[in-house]
């Protein structure tokens, strides 16, 4: 999703989307109010990727309009996929003892994104000056990405 972020106030404002959105279906999946099997979740998430990696590929103006929403629809659907981490570790349901290993975890996974965001986005930015990177290597980018969506999305619905 970075991929598309010309400017530092877009890509805050996707981190910023993907950060609020994931973060509260993580505490809704903690806390018992939303509960999705993880398989479905899987799936979803990979199909995710996979649209991603198709638009950025077919919207070759690069002007994606409302992307912030779908960051954050796509945000919702991966909190519920970390929340699958706190589930297997037994924090799941359990009230407000739940709270702090919750936080915890958030503010990992928080540091690890902003930590490959502030890696990724001066080299996309500096990548971004050059035409022939717009022209061949944004949707040779979107499309390794989209085959991977696809991959994961087989792998987690018909192959398995």
């Known amino acids: 999703m970075l991929i598309v972020c010309r400017t530092p106030r877009s890509a805050l404002l996707l981190i910023t989307c993907f950060t609020v959105a994931h973060s509260f279906t993580l505490a809704l999946s903690t806390f018992g109010l939303v509960d999705l099997p993880g398989r479905l979740v899987e799936a979803i998430i990979a199909a995710s990727i996979l649209y991603v990696g198709i638009e950025n ?51 990992g996974v928080e540091a690890g994104q902003l930590a490959i965001a502030a890696v990724v986005l001066p080299i996309i930015w500096q990548l971004r000056r050059r035409p022939g990177f717009l022209r061949v290597g944004v949707p040779a980018c979107s499309a390794l990405v989209a085959v991977a969506g696809a991959y994961w999305l087989l792998e987690r619905t018909v192959w398995s």
Not at 68 to 81: A, P
């Open 57 to 107: 590929v077919v919207r070759r103006d690069g002007i994606l309009r409302g992307r912030w929403l779908l960051t954050f629809v796509f945000g919702l659907i991966h909190g519920l996929g970390f929340a699958g981490v706190l589930h297997e570790m037994g924090i799941a349901k359990q009230g407000l003892g739940a709270a702090v290993p919750l936080v915890a975890f958030n503010s």
